[in-house]
């Protein structure tokens, strides 16, 4: 399967704790999407790279989120002394620039924080 | 601020019925409207956009939508619906760069 891989499938944790996700794009892709998703709701956007360049980042993206893409290639979310308000689906996308936005989604990383 | 409003939450046809999902939208800038389709279990795809010209988009699967402007709407159509449809739609609403902007859904159950 060469589309976006996101691992793990489902994490679940206690409030408090650390959580890290992982996000592989298809790999011509230069630019890769952060979005969150809770029950009921539409996707929201979160944060975007261009290459390794984090170019725009969502106000929903609090001081406890930090996004990595150090080679421009892989992608890390990472959650910091988690809330249960953080529970949701954590989806992860890529494009090509100059594509007109087609975006290609992974499965999400179902969080749950107890 | 932008919005994207799509108001049926959950639509049950039978097969061979019509399908119309609305959509409507509130943006001060250049209008680039999206729908995105989730299968269960699977993740979400592009069903179909509009960037410009032409305000009738076809897309995939046989669906199609119509940008009005003057209506700030883009509803998705398809002239007769199968079991395979049922699916969750999303519209979105192209904002700022490079980030997309998402309705709430609607769900869609296609009795066979």
């Known amino acids: 399967d060469t589309g976006v891989s996101q691992n793990p499938r489902h994490k679940i944790t206690k409030r408090g704790q650390n959580v890290t996700f992982r996000c592989d794009p298809i790999?011509?892709?230069?630019?890769l999407y952060w979005y969150r998703q809770t029950l009921g709701q539409g996707p929201e956007f979160l944060t975007y790279f261009q290459n390794e360049a984090q170019l725009e980042k969502s106000r929903l993206l609090s001081d406890r989120f930090s996004a990595e893409r150090p080679k421009g290639s892989f992608s890390t979310l990472e959650i910091q002394r988690t809330e249960q308000g953080d529970s949701a689906m954590y989806l992860c996308?890529?494009?090509?620039?100059?594509?007109?936005?087609?975006?290609?989604f992974g499965s999400g990383t179902q969080l749950s924080v107890l | 601020a932008q919005s994207v409003s799509q108001h049926n939450h959950h639509v049950i046809l039978s097969e061979a019925a019509s399908l119309e999902l609305g959509c409507n939208y509130s943006?001060?800038?250049?209008?680039?409207l999206f729908w995105y389709v989730q299968y269960p279990g699977q993740h979400l795809q592009l069903l179909l956009k509009?960037?410009?010209?032409?305000?009738l988009v076809k897309g995939i699967k046989g669906f199609e939508a119509e940008f009005i402007k003057s209506k700030f709407s883009f509803n998705l159509r398809k002239p007769s619906v199968q079991w395979s449809d049922t699916a969750e739609y999303f519209c979105a609403l192209k904002v700022g760069a490079n980030n997309l902007f998402f309705g709430t859904g609607t769900r869609l159950t296609v009795i066979p």
């Open positions: 943006y001060g800038g250049t209008v680039n």
């Open positions: 996308a890529s494009s090509i620039q100059g594509s007109n936005e087609k975006l290609f």
């Open positions: 790999s011509e892709h230069n630019r």
């Open positions: 509009y960037f410009s010209g032409d305000p």
